[in-house]
Structures are given as structure tokens and as C-alpha cells.
């Protein structure tokens, strides 16, 4: 129901986009998240976004880097990466939201599958 793409490898400093298409059912009327899984580390958040794109949330280590958006017509999530640092290397997951502002994972109704992201030194 969720589904990423855009992952891959990357050079520290470098950009990438993510994608997450979603069913309606799982998207419709939903905040919708990134979270992420380091090597040895436990699944963290990332971003948020409100139903109407008007709120977002960031983890710190990531504001002014990263940007979340959405949209709706097309079912859809994305979170732009710049300056990209090597410890951003971790699987990235979408996840549907139980209600906004949630940042645990058990707050997460739906989970992407998940998909690479890989920065250089």
C-alpha cells in the first residue's frame, strides 16, 4: 500500500528525492512520515507532513537539509535530500501517520517496504 522509490547511492554533499505512492485508502485524509533505519541502529524519525501540506515536522538532524511534501492528487509523498552526509546511509521507510505530530513508531499504521539510501565519503 505503500510504495518507495528513488534510493541509491549518493556522494556526501549530494541530492536525492524519495517517493512514496500510496493506495488512497491508506493516504486519504492522513499525515504521512519518513522514517529511517541506520546499520545497527534503531528505526528513527525523520519527517511529517499534514493532510493539507500546511504543517511539517523535522528531527533535527535533518532540518534545512530535508523537506517533505506531498501530493494529494497523485497520491503521493516525497522528501528531498540535499547536502546529504554519510550518516544519513540507512533504509528509508514512508509510513501513514496515526494522527499528527506522532513520532514513535508505534505510531505508524502503515509501513513502506523500505528502499537504500547510500552516501560516500
Known amino acids: 500500500q505503500l510504495v518507495e522509490s528513488g534510493g541509491g547511492l549518493v556522494q556526501a554533499g549530494g541530492s536525492l528525492r524519495l517517493s512514496c505512492a500510496a493506495s488512497g485508502r491508506t493516504f486519504s485524509s492522513r499525515s504521512m512520515g519518513w522514517f529511517r533505519r541506520a546499520p545497527g541502529k534503531e528505526r528513527e524519525f525523520v519527517a511529517a507532513?499534514?493532510?493539507?501540506?500546511?504543517?511539517?515536522d523535522y528531527a533535527d538532524s535533518v532540518k534545512d537539509r530535508f523537506t517533505i511534501s506531498r501530493d494529494n492528487t497523485k497520491n503521493t509523498v516525497y522528501l528531498r535530500m540535499n547536502s546529504l552526509k554519510p550518516e544519513d546511509t540507512a533504509v528509508y521507510y514512508c509510513?501513514?501517520?496515526?494522527?499528527?505530530?506522532?513520532?514513535?513508531?508505534?505510531?505508524?499504521?502503515?509501513w513502506g517496504q523500505g528502499t537504500q539510501v547510500t552516501v560516500s565519503s
Open positions: 507532513i499534514a493532510w493539507g501540506g500546511g504543517a511539517t
Open positions: 509510513a501513514a501517520l496515526r494522527g499528527w505530530a506522532q513520532r514513535r513508531t508505534g505510531d505508524v499504521d502503515y
